[in-house]
């Protein structure tokens, strides 16, 4: 059966522009929150009103979307009619691996499994071809696409590897709909680019799926490290709406996965004693793991009864109160996750993350924990970073003959660790497509990456000076120890692949034109003014002109009227400009920029640099690595930025579906 989304876009814009003489993203977050629409039991004005309808809710459509003003909906409340203009059908672009949606600023290139939702059935058919056209909704834009290039029943299984610098940030969608976003990297305030993984998810819910919540069926902390848990942070971090940068005005988390180790507060009178704030340690082993939400409630106060009890330290303390405190979802489910040694080397099967839906798995490989005398416990595997990275969460994607393998910050003590828990299981970690274990770090075992043995690998690493990640003899281990696979009639090699998140990302730089500023206040005076700050012969007769000015010619239809615009303000400001320069060139006037710049991964310093002849980057382009399967063929793509086109590979799943 056909599925689809209460969305109203036609509505929404027609009441803003009614509204607002400038529509922001606020409004339209606003508008979507309160947006509702009755079903009804009769395709008729005035019927009986089965239920109410909320923007975001999914319904099923027997008979698909209609191109009448009704359409018929099986929904949570009832079955019965809505209107057409307030429901949209899902599809997934076809196998094809690339489509052409045309909209009003010419084509878009949607990739294959590109979720697209139906606005009208059918339109004008194509003037060429003479082949049914639809009108849709994908990736923020509007157009018309050839309804012989959607698919309605079919969607993929989709893992976004999304560039977080350093750190890591992974979202996962399964063929039924559900979302699992695994570390979100370093928290803005940190990060080079000022962006981490939240930004990404907050697109995909509110311009790609065009909803005001983030929906997330699990949101996972795959350790307790800064640059993985960070961008989660800024996720349900509470602020004013005014500072929190993300359009979706909601965050939904049905349940919060963690591996169990955890940053405590030292207690150096506790016993068993304390080590490296990771908890109390015995025999050899960290005993105090957080659990359930219950104990994370304890955990955030450091008390249960009135009486003291371990408490969580610092950033990841007020990281798991914000997830317990979100107003949003004040139930969220909190599950500690691992594989107990035991049960693995008696045979069983791996657990899984949740109960299968759509023949697609979630199993859980790592941590591998022991049972102590107090309950789970998880072995010291050396210093503070090694046990946090060694014990990170793993996961197997397993969707029929593919198999995905996502591996957190593992190194070379842990990789040991597992080997030898899992024994002559070692084929369990064997992939078509992996993620790199710790952003392509020296401390890997090659044994171990020999048995991942991927056709492709994914190293999410970040360009910050500090970890100098990732390493050359890693990026050279991953392609040896890959699987390979050669086209011998066209000669070239098809796996393996080794993708760079830091070599995909790529950025638009500026020449820093002029400074204009307004209402300055100098000697009393409010006064406008320019600092030019490269050579006045080096700017176009564009560059001349003020704000407003600019302003005044984007409102002129006329070319040839426009041109004549362009000169004029040259000609005036030229003079004022060339006295600017002579100015700042005999140092009368200079204008100096003050910046953070990153001193390591996780640090800055203030700089001061004078604007003349300066560069500001215009653009991020992300470097996204998506992969997606239907479970026999793998496509690997990125976007060339420069012409829209996404860069594609793919190779046969090679695994068969699995007990």
């Not at 909803?211 to 989660?232: E, K, P, Q, T, V």
């Not at 690997?636 to 086109?645: D, I, M, R």
Request: hydrophobic fraction near 35%; aromatic fraction near 6%.
């Amino acid at each position: 059966m056909a599925k689809g989304w209460i969305r109203a876009y036609d509505e929404e814009q027609r009441v803003l522009k009614a509204q607002h003489s400038f529509i922001l993203r606020s409004h339209r977050s606003e508008f979507r929150q309160s947006f509702t629409t009755p079903l009804r039991a009769e395709a008729r004005d005035g019927a009986q009103i089965v239920g109410t309808m909320r923007w975001g809710d999914e319904v099923e459509l027997p008979e698909g979307l209609s191109m009448g003003p009704w359409t018929k909906a099986v929904t949570a409340v009832g079955e019965g009619f809505l209107s057409s203009n307030h429901v949209v059908q899902l599809a997934w672009v076809r196998r094809k691996f690339e489509a052409e949606m045309e909209t009003a600023k010419g084509e878009k290139t949607l990739l294959w499994g590109d979720l697209v939702q139906i606005l009208i059935p059918r339109v004008e058919p194509d003037p060429e071809s003479g082949k049914e056209r639809c009108k849709v909704r994908a990736r923020g834009s509007v157009g018309e696409m050839l309804v012989d290039d959607l698919d309605k029943e079919k969607p993929l299984l989709e893992i976004y590897f999304i560039d977080v610098g350093q750190g890591d940030g992974v979202l996962v969608r399964t063929p039924d709909g559900r979302h699992l976003l695994i570390d979100g990297g370093l928290e803005r305030r940190k990060q080079l680019t000022g962006k981490n993984a939240a930004d990404f998810v907050d697109w995909k819910f509110f311009f790609d799926y065009g909803d005001h919540c983030i929906r997330l069926d699990s949101m996972m902390a795959s350790h307790s490290d800064n640059d993985h848990y960070g961008g989660l942070h800024d996720l349900v971090r509470r602020t004013p709406a005014a500072d929190r940068e993300l359009d979706c005005g909601t965050v939904s988390i049905e349940t919060f996965h963690h591996p169990g180790l955890s940053r405590w507060s030292e207690d150096k009178l506790a016993d068993p004693p304390h080590r490296d704030g990771l908890g109390p340690r015995k025999d050899n082993l960290f005993i105090r793991l957080l659990d359930d939400r219950e104990d994370a409630e304890r955990a955030v106060v450091g008390e249960h009864d009135g009486e003291k009890t371990e408490k969580l330290s610092r950033d990841w303390c007020a990281f798991i109160k914000a997830i317990l405190d979100n107003p949003e979802q004040p139930s969220t489910r909190f599950e500690r996750i691992g594989v107990e040694r035991e049960h693995l080397q008696d045979g069983d099967a791996l657990p899984k993350l949740w109960e299968s839906r759509a023949d697609c798995d979630v199993r859980v490989l790592g941590p591998v924990f022991e049972n102590a005398e107090s309950g789970p416990a998880l072995p010291d595997l050396g210093n503070l970073s090694i046990n946090t990275n060694g014990h990170s969460i793993c996961l197997r994607i397993d969707y029929h003959d593919a198999r995905i393998l996502l591996t957190g910050d593992l190194n070379k003590k842990s990789m040991g660790w597992l080997s030898e828990c899992y024994g002559d299981r070692m084929d369990a970690w064997e992939c078509d497509v992996a993620k790199a274990c710790h952003h392509g770090s020296h401390d890997i075992s090659y044994q171990f990456l020999e048995k991942i043995h991927a056709a492709a690998t994914i190293i999410s690493s970040g360009d910050a000076e500090g970890h100098a990640h990732p390493r050359p003899e890693i990026v050279g281990a991953s392609a040896l120890s890959g699987f390979c696979s050669v086209d011998r009639e066209k000669d070239c090699l098809k796996t393996p692949l080794i993708y760079m998140t830091e070599i995909e990302r790529s950025v638009s730089l500026g020449a820093l034109n002029r400074v204009d500023f307004r209402r300055l206040p100098i000697a009393g005076q409010p006064t406008d003014g320019a600092v030019v700050c490269r050579p006045v012969d080096e700017l176009g007769d564009k560059d001349h002109m003020t704000p407003e000015q600019r302003r005044a010619h984007r409102k002129i239809v006329d070319r040839n009227e426009a041109d004549r615009f362009v000169r004029g303000a040259a000609r005036e400001q030229g003079p004022l400009l060339k006295a600017m320069e002579n100015a700042v060139r005999t140092g009368e006037i200079d204008l100096y920029l003050s910046l953070s710049v990153p001193q390591g991964p996780m640090s800055a310093k203030n700089k001061e640099k004078r604007a003349w002849r300066s560069r500001i980057m215009d653009k991020n382009h992300y470097g996204l690595v998506n992969v997606r399967t239907d479970g026999k063929t793998i496509l690997c793509a990125t976007l060339n930025e420069t012409e829209k086109k996404w860069v594609c590979h793919s190779f046969p799943a090679r695994f068969g579906p699995q007990d």
